[in-house]
């Protein structure tokens, strides 16, 4: 029976040798496609579009306005250089002259010396002053003025005030008080702004609180035309 099995198993092994080494017959194989080989690839090249890049912008320093060094004492502002200047410091006498003894009234005027301040200022429309009160001042205006002196015999003089006489008073008066306004711009610092610009001439700021002494203290500034050339 196991030599009938051998024999059978050797024929069927003759058949497939002889069936796949007959002409004409191929063998199934895969098909490989063929690439065209080249030294250089050239790809296109597209451009990406720039990535806008956002600049944070820093805010610009806050300015730090300055603080006047001495209390009830008035400094000019220079904002270009944001800083404060002093005023001359003069004394002033508070005087009163009767007209014909008194028939023609009498008026009350502080003089001090000299015809002119040696602090000058060009005469502009922004001009401010700044003044730093001791906490105890509830309306600026009403303690402390500015005049309008006038230059007379090697003096500044400017009429306070004045009372009429029986007779006629056709005395003109001399200088004349300025209006300002007050606004708070820190803890008991106020700045001192006005309405219209300031003429050229003689001025001065005097503290009147109390208008019953005799001489006072008077912040001195003058203003000059701006030279057009």
């Known amino acids: 029976m196991r030599k009938k099995v ?10 497939v040798l002889f069936f ?11 098909v490989v496609k063929k690439v065209p080989k080249y030294d ?4 296109k090249h597209v451009d990406k579009p720039p990535v806008k890049q956002t600049v944070k912008q820093s805010p ?26 002093k005023l001359e410091t003069s004394p002033a006498q508070l005087l009163t002259k009767k007209k014909t003894l008194g028939l023609k009234g009498a008026k009350q005027f502080f003089s ?6 040696k602090v000058r200022f060009t005469a502009r429309a922004n001009i401010v002053f700044f003044i730093k009160t001791s906490g105890d001042v509830i309306d600026l205006t009403s303690y402390i003025k500015l005049y309008k002196f006038v230059p007379e015999d090697q003096r500044r003089i400017v009429t306070v005030t004045s009372k009429e006489g029986l007779l006629n008073n056709n005395d003109e008066e001399k200088g004349k008080q300025i209006t300002f306004s007050v ?12 309405s219209e ?3 050229a001439g003689e001025y001065g700021f005097v ?21 057009s050339n």
């Open 60 to 85: 610009p320093p806050e300015v730090v306005l300055p603080v006047p060094e001495f209390v009830n004492q008035p400094y000019y502002f220079d904002k270009e250089g944001n800083k404060l200047i």
């Open 40 to 43: 250089t690839i050239i790809r």
């Open 197 to 199: 610009p300031l003429d």
């Open 183 to 194: 606004k708070p711009i820190s803890n008991d610092n106020y700045q001192i702004q006005f």
């Open 20 to 30: 796949y080494s007959s002409p004409g017959q191929t063998t199934s194989s895969p």
């Open 207 to 227: 503290w009147v609180k109390n208008m019953d002494l005799k001489e006072f203290t008077v912040f001195a500034f003058g203003i000059d035309w701006k030279n």
């Open 6 to 15: 051998t024999i059978t198993f050797l024929l069927l092994s003759l058949l």
């Open 112 to 117: 001090m010396d000299d015809i002119s301040s």
